[in-house]
């Protein structure tokens, strides 16, 4: 069994276990409590922070640090999010592991590939604030001066240790995304990741788990299958919580402040209705259902953008099975592989990161009047499908997937998943077909592509010409089967022709979620905004529960919990400066 399907199912059966701990159910997809009506303030802390992924237990730790009292408060049974299930790694500029090992990232120089990269519409790298308006720019700023102070002081107070996030490939530390715009001076070194061989582990359980560990060793209070219900406020200070446990409601008081980082909303589909334009599976937890939006908008919060998120493609069969998919489509394995539309065209470089890659499905074509990309397809030959067996979304073995589509030629390709989509649109309603033009535009694309694979450039894509897609190649096309001869390359080792003389294979590929990314809006600072701009005093917010501060742009890997680190530590160095309110 491969890394990646290991990974999967091991996800698969903590996402079970932690459920079923929870008192059975999808934990976090009831909305309604019916909850016996709390009296009196049960406890009182200096800073409540609720959510304990990654930027909750951050604000958490931090406010330990500082001395002040804290309660780490999640509805699950088990702590960590979404955070538990990630790979780990976060984007940190100029972070002190990078500048460990030589490297620079002047502040000047990081804000402009994040401006580029993040506001590309606006930017300016002339402009005084690079074209963005003061509120976002300060955003920014606040990332690039407090990420790596941030990892600095957990890795100081020994709740994480991080190491420069590496391949296993000795290719020394993993390219940003975007590591060829020319805005990008320093091209490697602000992922990081906890150490492999730390006491709780690396990728994303270590993070929680060490962090969590460490807070419970000194005494901080942890309440678990607590869930937030609402914000208590006296004269427009968000003074403590109303938490739901066991059927009954508990109000804890805040001297100093309530820091929300409850997630995104990848599993509230009617959040997801309203604001998504399409979504077909997530593999965030289940926890993720919103549940702060409504609570934000009970104090006045300035509601930002909700159409953002963190984009992966999911495999559309397996999120038509079930809506929290195992893993996402992290970069498709493979050489002799490619995508294409309805109409039998590649759109993009398929082997651009996840998030960027996605958000070609979202792309209007005026004419059609549709989604063009609505689904996409990726196309491998038997070849890739033998050697690359074992990484998502290819199966190990011919028996091991229904989703894998098989045809003896290209038109016959075509035939059989002309067919998996009259099926998929009768048994779930989602009418979505080839284009006429379908089989006989991906006999052409193929034989462009196989063209572009002998000469080792791909003219309409740069496939494979830039050092992320150079790395992740070795490290998501692994060769996992002994092979009876040596792996054979061309001068680009993304590409190799497709042979069309023995059978095809598709995979039906839809836009999805590793979480949402929008939320109230939260200032350079993480105090949520009013309506008119203003702080609501006493409310704090950090991670995929508010307005994304990188708006949805990916830096590099570890571009999510990078910020939700930075912000979580914010959020609890301005609720500690905080006048602190009498106890009850
Ligand atoms: C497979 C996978 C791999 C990924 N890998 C990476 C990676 O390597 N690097 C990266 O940057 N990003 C990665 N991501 C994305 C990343 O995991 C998330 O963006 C990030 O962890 C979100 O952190 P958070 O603290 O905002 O929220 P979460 O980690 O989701 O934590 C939110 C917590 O709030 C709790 N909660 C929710 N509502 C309530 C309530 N009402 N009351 C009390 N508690 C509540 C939840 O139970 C949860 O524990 C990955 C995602 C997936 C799915």
Known sequence: MSNDERLNLQRRHFVRTAFAAAGGGILGLRTAVAATPAEGWRETVDIIVVGSGAAGCTAAVTAATQGDSVMLIDKSAVPGG???LASGVAWVPNNAWLRGAGLRDEEADCLRYMARYAYPERYDADGETLGLDAERYALLLAFYRNG??????????GAVQFTLFELPDD???SPDYAAHLVENRTPKGRSIWPSPSSPNGGRGAGLVDGMVDWLVQRGVALRLQHRLLDLESEQGRVVGVRLEHAGQEVRVRARKGVI?????FAHAPELLARHQRMAYGSCAMPTATGDFLPI??????MQGELGTAWRTQVVLEEALRQRMVGGPVHIPPGDSMLMVNKHGRRVANEKRNY?????????????????SNQFLFLIFDQRAVNTFAGTPPLPRGPGDSGHLIRGDSVADLAAQLATRLSRIHLDHGIAFAL?????????????RFNRFAVKGVDEDFQRGAHASEREWQSHFSRVHVPLEEPLQQLLNPTMYPLDTAAPLYAVILAPGLLDTSGGPVIDATARVLDHSGQPIPGLFG???????PTREAYFGAGGTIGPAIAFGYIAARTAHAEDPIPAA
């Open 355 to 371: 998030n960027d890659r996605s958000r070609v499905h979202y792309e209007w074509d005026p004419v059609a009047v549709e989604y």
């Open 542 to 548: 950090a991670g995929n529960c508010v307005e994304s």
């Open 260 to 264: 929300v980082a409850t997630g995104g």
């Open 171 to 173: 290719t020394g530390p």
């Open 296 to 301: 934000a908008a009970r104090v006045g919060a």
């Open 435 to 447: 284009g006429g033009d379908f089989a006989s535009n991906l006999a052409a694309t193929i034989e």
């Open 82 to 84: 979404t955070t538990r």
């Open 148 to 157: 790596s102070a941030a990892t600095e002081l957990l890795q100081e107070v």
